[in-house]
């Protein structure tokens, strides 16, 4: 699963997205793992945060956010996996 981006980490998200790259890619290239991106999910259509679905420490999702990752999540699960 893709690292989130969140408010806390918002200085680090360059880089987040990066690593997201690399784990896709060594994911592709191994039979055995998927790669989930969630990204797109948590975040606005210009690409911002969504900040309403953290909890107050910018950090963590709160429901709403935990919701959004489940609907991108259990469908891969329980169709492709």
Do not use: M
Not at 16 to 30: P, R, S, T, V
Not at 35 to 54: M, P, V
Request: proline letters at 4%; glycine letters at 4%.
């Amino acid at each position: 699963v893709s690292v989130a981006p969140t408010p806390a980490r918002e200085k680090t998200w360059e880089q987040a997205q990066k690593c997201n790259g690399l784990i896709k890619e060594y994911c592709d290239a191994e039979s055995y793992l998927h790669f989930i991106d969630c990204t797109d999910a948590l975040l606005n259509g210009d690409k911002s945060l969504k900040r309403e679905i953290y909890k107050g420490d910018n950090l963590h999702f709160n429901e709403k956010g935990y919701e959004i990752w489940k609907s991108v999540i259990a469908p891969i699960l329980t169709s492709e996996l």
